[in-house]
């Protein structure tokens, strides 16, 4: 992995990803990008990245969908990383009453977006896994969103994109019966959670 001066990355998602952007002169946000941002410009002064914060809270992968042109074909990124999944689980616990996304439409949508981004840019793809629903490994939130996770592997490997393991990082802390919390409610991160996000997808980037 090298970067180019002057590299667009966006970052794309929900409210994980959003976190604070719209309140925010810089439209960074205080979570896991404004880190990412904060170390890349920092290791790497005279390449003038330009790192762009894309989330919107609540979003779900259609939801993407409906945005992408906007959102990430028009911002002709170098690099888009996408962070998607949580709510597509959620919803199906606090609103069972909604239209659900399930992990055939969440593969046909996600794909579909993918196939366009390739098409229409030169992008590098980054995708991150979606990462915890309540801080138990064994939540009913997490065992659903193992189809999730399983459909971005394999849809990295179709269109070689890079896997950002974010949710096995948070089962991996979680595992080690620390009670350090990482998140306000279970779903959306403090400080040591937007922490754990950027560290792992600064890892996993630099290693590949």
Same mark, same amino acid.
């Given at each position: 992995?090298?970067?180019? %001066?002057?590299?667009?990355? @966006?970052? $794309?998602?929900?409210? !994980?990803?959003?976190?604070? +952007?719209?309140? #925010?002169?810089?439209?960074?946000?205080?979570?896991?990008?404004?880190?990412?941002?904060?170390?890349?410009?920092?290791?790497?002064?005279?390449?003038?990245?330009?790192?762009?914060?894309?989330?919107?809270?609540?979003?779900?992968?259609?939801?993407?969908?409906?945005?992408?042109?906007?959102?990430?074909?028009? %911002?002709?990124?170098?690099? @888009?990383? $996408?962070?998607?999944? !949580?709510?597509?689980?959620? +919803?199906?616990? #606090?609103?069972?009453?909604?239209?659900?996304?399930?992990?055939?439409?969440?593969?046909?949508?996600?794909?579909?977006?993918?196939?366009?981004?390739?098409?229409?840019?030169?992008?590098?793809?980054?995708?991150?896994?979606?990462?915890?629903?309540?801080?138990?490994?064994?939540?009913?939130?997490?065992?659903?969103?193992?189809?999730?996770?399983?459909? $971005?592997?394999?849809?990295?490997?179709?269109?070689?994109?890079?896997?950002?393991?974010?949710?096995?990082?948070?089962?991996?802390?979680?595992?080690?019966?620390?009670?350090?919390?990482?998140?306000?409610?279970?779903?959306?991160?403090?400080?040591?959670?937007?922490?754990?996000?950027?560290?792992?997808?600064?890892?996993?980037?630099?290693?590949?």
């Amino acid at each position: 992995m090298s970067w180019k %001066e002057k590299d667009r990355i @966006i970052l $794309i998602g929900d409210s !994980i990803t959003e976190k604070g +952007r719209f309140e #925010d002169p810089d439209q960074l946000g205080d979570g896991y990008v404004r880190l990412i941002h904060d170390y890349l410009v920092t290791q790497h002064p005279t390449l003038r990245l330009d790192i762009v914060n894309k989330g919107i809270g609540g979003n779900r992968v259609t939801d993407l969908a409906e945005r992408w042109e906007q959102d990430a074909l028009q %911002e002709s990124p170098d690099w @888009i990383s $996408i962070s998607i999944g !949580i709510n597509d689980v959620w +919803r199906q616990l #606090d609103r069972p009453d909604m239209e659900q996304v399930y992990p055939d439409m969440f593969e046909t949508v996600y794909e579909d977006i993918i196939s366009q981004t390739i098409q229409h840019t030169k992008a590098h793809l980054i995708l991150m896994e979606p990462t915890i629903i309540e801080e138990d490994p064994a939540s009913k939130g997490n065992q659903l969103l193992q189809p999730y996770v399983a459909t $971005i592997h394999r849809l990295a490997e179709q269109y070689n994109a890079l896997v950002i393991p974010t949710h096995q990082a948070f089962l991996t802390f979680l595992n080690a019966n620390t009670d350090i919390p990482l998140t306000t409610d279970g779903v959306h991160m403090n400080s040591r959670g937007d922490m754990l996000m950027a560290s792992t997808w600064l890892e996993q980037l630099y290693s590949s």
